[in-house]
């Protein structure tokens, strides 16, 4: 059977990866990964399951009879009973205690006003818990630090990493900063994703997926990685759009960056960075010193991870 008739059966979208000569079936959140050449699919990222041979490249794809029944009935099984799920959520307000993270000092009258990027974040982020407890009292909604506390990059990773979920869930890592320019003009929001190529050979555990042959699960690690980049652009897009609608046009939409950062690249799952605003520019720095302004972009980023979490679970 072609892949065409898989689609037309059962609504899902393709996705091929010439370079890797790799296809995605997406339906919904939900993708079953194949490749020309071997007998499995994977569910999800993470669950193999032998489809039999499949034949071709991009324009003619065909899978045996049986492969294609099961391909047709994985993805009416993940669409239905076996719903995604956000289990959790993790806020990680930057810097904190000894590293205040970029200082913004600027002359108003005849008084000095300082602005401090970790108590921006904290700030920031605390109105986010609220709205986001108050929304789901079902899911976790954690914290990397809740007060005026040092910590560093890898023990927010590793406190991400080590919530608990199950089969079908994700956790989102929501990382909020503020950001600085030696251009004092410099304003607007940006949000940050890990940069789609970086490849991280460690997203799976072999124990947990229950695959020892290096080579398939340097596949499923591809695959995984490619659905995270996927979540975390959507999720950034969400976000950005989330605090545009709500501060309009006092802060300028930088769009979304890629980039390796530490704490997206550790964070095994849908991660994005979020740089509130610039600390350096005068009129913005005076701005996040209004805590009116400061729930604005809460509310903001509260709307985009309410928007990722409405499309995740479809
Ligand atoms: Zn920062």
Redesign the pocket.
């Known amino acids: 059977m072609s892949v065409e008739e898989i689609i037309s059966t059962s609504g899902a979208r393709l996705q091929w990866d010439a370079s890797r000569q790799m296809g995605t079936l997406w339906k919904g959140y939900t993708s079953i990964g194949f490749r020309p050449g071997r007998d499995y699919a994977v569910v999800n990222g993470h669950e193999i399951v032998d489809i039999g041979p499949v034949v071709g490249n991009s324009g003619s794809i065909r899978f045996s009879e049986h492969g294609a029944q099961e391909v047709v009935r994985l993805l009416a099984r993940v669409a239905g009973e076996e719903q995604r799920r956000i289990a959790a959520i993790l806020i990680d307000p930057?810097?904190g205690g000894r590293d205040p993270?970029?200082i913004g000092r600027h002359r108003v009258g005849d008084e000095l006003f300082e602005i401090q990027?970790k108590d921006i974040?904290l700030d920031v982020s605390l109105r986010l818990r609220r709205l986001l407890e108050a929304t789901y009292p079902d899911r976790q909604i954690v914290m990397s630090r809740e007060d005026d506390t040092y910590l560093t990059l890898e023990q927010r990773t590793d406190l991400a990493n080590a919530i608990e979920i199950g089969k079908h869930e994700a956790v989102l890592f929501v990382s909020v900063?503020?950001?600085a320019s030696l251009n004092s003009r410099a304003r607007g929001v940006e949000v940050w994703y890990l940069t789609p190529e970086f490849r991280r050979p460690d997203l799976l555990d072999p124990e947990q997926v229950g695959v020892s042959d290096p080579d398939v699960l340097s596949i499923l690690n591809t695959m995984r990685e490619e659905e995270l980049t996927i979540e975390s652009v959507l999720l950034a897009r969400n976000i950005l759009s989330g605090i545009h609608s709500e501060v309009g046009d006092v802060s300028p939409n930088r769009g979304l960056k890629k980039e390796a950062w530490y704490v997206v690249r550790e964070a095994k799952m849908p991660s994005v960075l979020v740089?509130l605003g610039f600390v350096t520019n005068r009129d913005e720095a005076l701005l996040l010193g209004d805590p009116r302004y400061l729930q604005s972009l809460a509310e903001g980023i509260y709307n985009g991870i309410v928007t990722f979490v409405a499309g995740f679970e479809q």
């Open positions: 930057g810097h993270g970029t990027e974040v900063h503020a950001n740089e």
